[in-house]
C-alpha cells in the first residue's frame, strides 16, 4: 500500500522538529561557543556556500540517507506514521540508492541556500537571467515533487520515480 501526500508530510513534520533541534544547536554554538564560524559566511559566496552544506545540508541529507535506507529502515517521522522507503520489491533500500534519492530530495532546498548567499552577495548588482532560472528551477521542482506524489496511483515523487522507490506503509509498531 502506498503511502499519501499527507502521511508523509505528516512524517517529514515529525522529522524537521529534529532538523529544527539540530538548526537550535548549530545557533548556540556559532552564537555563543564557536563564534569564529560566523566569519566564514562573510569571506566569499563559496566559502559561504560550503559552510551552510556542511553545517546545515550534509548532516540533514546524512540523517534521511542512513534512516531511510536498509541501515535505519526509516526515519523517526516515518516510523511514527508507520510508512518506510522501500524499491520495487518493497525491499529496504540500498544506501548508495537512498543517497541518490536524498540528493534529488533535497535538490530544491540546497539550491534556494545557493540563491539565497547569491542574493545576499549580490547586495544592490544586476539580477542575470541564471538567477532567474535557477530560481524557476527550484518552484518547478517543489511543484513537480508534490504534484506527482499526490496525482500518481503509486503516490510516487520525481525523486521516488527516479531513484525506483516509493513510500509505502509499513508494519513499525
Same mark, same amino acid.
Given at each position: 500500500m502506498?503511502?499519501?501526500?499527507?502521511l508523509?508530510?505528516?512524517?517529514? *513534520?515529525?522529522?524537521?522538529l529534529? =532538523?529544527?533541534?539540530?538548526?537550535?544547536?548549530?545557533?548556540i554554538?556559532?552564537l555563543? #561557543?564557536?563564534p569564529? #564560524?560566523q +566569519?566564514?559566511? +562573510?569571506?566569499?559566496?563559496?566559502?559561504? +556556500?560550503?559552510?551552510?552544506?556542511l553545517?546545515?545540508?550534509?548532516?540533514v541529507?546524512?540523517?534521511?540517507?542512513?534512516?531511510?535506507?536498509?541501515?535505519?529502515?526509516?526515519?523517526f517521522? $516515518?516510523?511514527?506514521?508507520? =510508512?518506510?522507503?522501500?524499491? *520495487? &520489491? &518493497?525491499?529496504? =533500500?540500498?544506501?548508495?540508492?537512498?543517497?541518490?534519492?536524498?540528493a534529488?530530495?533535497?535538490?530544491?532546498?540546497?539550491?534556494? %541556500?545557493f540563491?539565497?548567499?547569491?542574493?545576499?552577495?549580490?547586495?544592490?548588482?544586476?539580477? %542575470?537571467?541564471?538567477?532567474?532560472?535557477?530560481?524557476?528551477? =527550484?518552484?518547478?521542482?517543489?511543484?513537480?515533487?508534490?504534484?506527482?506524489?499526490?496525482?500518481? $496511483?503509486?503516490? +510516487?515523487?520525481?525523486?521516488d520515480?527516479?531513484?525506483?522507490?516509493?513510500?509505502? $506503509?509499513? &508494519?513499525?509498531?
Open positions: 502506498y503511502a499519501g501526500f499527507w508523509r508530510l505528516k512524517a517529514f *513534520a515529525v522529522d524537521y529534529l =532538523i529544527l533541534g539540530y538548526l537550535l544547536l548549530v545557533m554554538v556559532s555563543f #561557543l564557536i569564529s #564560524l +566569519q566564514l559566511f +562573510q569571506v566569499s559566496l563559496p566559502i559561504a +556556500q560550503l559552510t551552510g552544506f553545517l546545515v545540508t550534509f548532516p541529507s546524512l540523517y534521511f540517507i542512513i534512516t531511510d535506507s536498509r541501515i535505519g529502515k526509516g526515519s517521522g $516515518k516510523r511514527k506514521m508507520r =510508512i518506510r522507503v522501500v524499491d *520495487a &520489491n &518493497n525491499c529496504s =533500500i540500498s544506501v548508495s540508492r537512498s543517497i541518490f534519492r536524498t534529488l530530495k533535497f535538490l530544491p532546498w540546497e539550491l534556494s %541556500h540563491m539565497a548567499y547569491r542574493m545576499i552577495y549580490l547586495g544592490d548588482g544586476d539580477v %542575470h537571467l541564471l538567477d532567474y532560472l535557477v530560481g524557476g528551477l =527550484i518552484y518547478t521542482l517543489i511543484l513537480l515533487y508534490i504534484l506527482m506524489t499526490v496525482l500518481t $496511483k503509486n503516490k +510516487q515523487s520525481l525523486y520515480r527516479l531513484a525506483k522507490t516509493h513510500v509505502g $506503509k509499513s &508494519n513499525f509498531s
